[in-house]
């Protein structure tokens, strides 16, 4: 089965500056890739997704990027506020409705004031 | 609309009891999926189902554990004869109809075991 692998587990940034959060996968086959954000106690909300016929999507502060090659992705926020502290989780799957999300560990983001 | 609707948002039980969680997808989403997030952890996957068929229960425990998506009303997790290892945030998740690839999620479910 699919295995998803996050680093780093816990990430502190300066307001302002940027912050990257990197996932790999092992099955081939997976060709969805979505992002959530959880805040503490709250249900996880998808931020942005990407596919694999696409190798970078943006949407407005945030960013993903795939590799296919590499099987790995990464999510890219700029210019970080005090409201992206949360714990954000990557995941992968086979799209379409073919299975269940398998998800990576989490990133606990703490922005510094 | 609506979003995802899960209830009850809390349930405490102790052990040997049976504990049925519901949700209830988007308006027009046909796919739910049950996830299971222990503390300071990520989130599983248990189960996928879609109206009166189970399409993947490849996560879901063997023993205690069965889910349910009738033609009527909400999905259903049950958890027979619960243990304290079975404490945890369950999450359902709906996607639209077979094709589109998001999935949004509930609030979940917190289930303490006593």
């Known amino acids: 089965g699919e295995n998803v692998e996050q680093h780093p587990s816990t990430l502190s940034v300066q307001e302002g500056d940027s912050a990257v959060i990197k996932c790999t996968y092992s099955?081939?086959?997976?060709?969805?890739f979505p992002w959530y954000k959880q805040e503490l106690g709250k249900r996880p909300q998808l931020i942005i997704d990407i596919r694999s016929n696409v190798g970078e999507k943006k949407d407005q502060r945030i960013a993903v990027t795939l590799n296919k090659t590499a099987k790995h992705f990464s999510l890219h926020i700029t210019e970080t506020q005090p409201e992206d502290s949360a714990v954000y989780f990557c995941?992968?799957?086979?799209?379409?409705?073919?299975?269940?999300?398998?998800f990576g560990k989490g990133t606990h983001l703490i922005i510094q004031p | 609309n609506a979003g995802v609707m899960q209830n009850p948002r809390h349930l405490v039980r102790r052990r040997g009891q049976e504990a049925r969680l519901r949700c209830s997808p988007m308006k027009g989403h046909s796919h739910v999926y049950w996830y299971r997030q222990l503390p300071e952890e990520g989130l599983k996957f248990m189960v996928y189902?879609?109206?009166?068929?189970?399409?993947?229960e490849s996560g879901m425990p063997k023993e205690r554990f069965s889910a349910e998506f009738p033609k009527e009303g909400p999905s259903i997790l049950r958890i027979q004869q619960v243990v304290r290892g079975d404490s945890a945030a369950y999450f359902c998740?709906?996607?639209?109809?077979?094709?589109?690839?998001?999935?949004?999620f509930g609030p979940g479910t917190r289930l303490t075991v006593t």
């Open positions: 995941a992968a799957s086979r799209g379409g409705g073919a299975d269940g999300l398998t």
């Open positions: 099955d081939s086959a997976s060709n969805y």
């Open positions: 189902l879609q109206k009166e068929n189970i399409i993947d």
């Open positions: 998740a709906s996607s639209p109809a077979r094709g589109r690839y998001e999935q949004y």
